[in-house]
């Protein structure tokens, strides 16, 4: 590991200054992801900040109904929050498919959501990596792509994005709220927070260096039901290799709204807002399912070892909204 200097911020504002002031300095709470890319020295900060017991981890209710989630409020305790299980049961569903209960302690809500890939050419040094090292190349496209992605990839990089809470503010329409390093703040819809990788995937979000994430607000809780399904190769502690956040909300027998958000399958949580355009006023089975899984699917590109994901994303896609409609 590199060596590299150290300091606990004593406010927002100052974090923001101080990663802001080092090129090579990065802001650091749980490290559940950037210690071992520290070890790996895929990661190099010679300046560390350590935000993790700045009084941002804190559930607020806001005015509109919906809920104010401080970026260090952790993965457990925003899972447990009795209104996240109640108003929001997808993002609990997601966050407790997503990782250990020892990871959970730790692992923060802005942590999480700024989390890196886990392809394992990225962190591989030996092998080319655009993400890595820009220019390089993607040993991924004609490599060992079994986890990578099949929608908004391109030559650059297939590499996906691997956070299942993310994906369940994908589908709850999620604010982002930063602090920038002069003070000034500003808001982001979750959709535009990560970037797709087009030719600089090395550059994976909207956030400009020393911007730190402040919080994360939920607008109210969308009508009809809401559901997270994740496939993965084993029952726990596996990332997705296809995910569905789905909200569904029947009238009669026609459905008349629908949010679908797709893991594992883009570089970046993926609303199938295509699916949502096919779902809006359709009779609340089959073949609206089906079109709404083709739909969701119609851009996507295999790279040999990933084919599979398209027919098992289009299968979790149909199951997903078939038990959300059952249980509307």
Known sequence: MQLFTYERASSVKEAAAAVAAKPEAM????????????????????????????????????????????????NSDLAADPRVRSRYPMLSQALLAGASGQIRNKASTAGNLLQRTRCPYFYNRNMPCNKREPGSGCAALDGFNRIHAVLGAGEACIAVHPSDMAVAMSALDALVETILPDGTTRTIPIGDLHRLPGSTPHIETALSHGEMIAAVTLPPPPPGRQLYRKVRDRASYAFALVSIAAVVEKSGDLIRSARVAMGGVAPKPWRATEAEYVLAGAAAADPAFSEAAESALAGAVGRG????????????????????????
């Open 27 to 74: 802001f650091i709470s749980g490290g559940t992801n950037l210690l071992d890319l520290m070890k790996l020295e895929i990661e190099r900060p010679t300046h560390l900040v350590d935000v993790s017991r700045l009084p941002l981890d804190q559930i607020q209710e806001t005015p509109e109904g919906g809920l104010r989630i401080g970026a260090q409020v952790r």
């Open 305 to 328: 070892g990933n084919d599979f994901k398209i027919p098992l994303a289009k299968r979790t896609i149909r199951q997903t909204l078939a038990a959300a409609v059952e249980g509307a």
